[in-house]
């Protein structure tokens, strides 16, 4: 096996990214504390051309030294918007139509490998590295997912979530 080059992947131009379609999808970010979660956030929603990020209450926006050196520019090519509240956030993305989903460890949550993404898209609603999904915010998505588990650990980096969630996501339709 050799590896490919970059120049030999056949990606997007910044231009070509721009126009392209995008999967109804919106990664909010519920107060991330770390600016490299949040750049890495981009750079996921990049690759696999979600809608848009919106950053939440504390959470940081560019343009930001640790956000780029972590999206690598993708900052840059996503759409992104920034709320004081993650409230705020909710209720416009139910003005929208789309289905308000806390990736979250609670009651009732559907185990991820048994989720379908709605068809009218959705918000995928992503918690403080330390206290999760505010529970007010969890009391107003539609619903909750949770990625399964069998370590020690209780949780994943956020941003990893983001990754695992948005693979399972985009997989239904490939």
């Given at each position: ?31 991330i504390r770390s ?22 209450g504390i959470t ?29 956030a909710i209720n ?83």
């Open positions: 096996m050799k590896k490919i080059e970059n120049k030999d992947l056949g990606r997007l131009t910044v231009e070509e990214f721009s126009v392209a379609k995008k999967r109804p999808i919106i990664l909010i970010a519920d107060n600016s490299n979660n949040v750049g890495s956030l981009f750079r996921t929603a990049d690759a696999f051309a979600i809608e848009q990020v919106w950053l939440c940081a926006t560019p343009p930001d030294r640790e956000i780029h050196k972590t999206a690598l520019g993708a900052e840059l090519t996503v759409q992104w918007r920034k709320f004081a509240t993650t409230v705020e416009e993305l139910k003005s929208m139509g789309y289905t308000a989903i806390a990736v979250e460890q609670v009651e009732g949550a559907c185990s991820l490998e048994g989720f379908t993404p709605p068809n009218q898209g959705c918000g995928l609603v992503l918690g403080n590295e330390v206290k999760g999904v505010d529970q007010e915010v969890v009391d107003m998505c539609d619903m909750a997912i949770e990625i399964p588990q069998w370590g020690t650990k209780h949780s994943l980096n956020v941003s990893v979530s983001a990754g695992v969630v948005l693979w399972q996501c985009i997989s239904k339709d490939l």
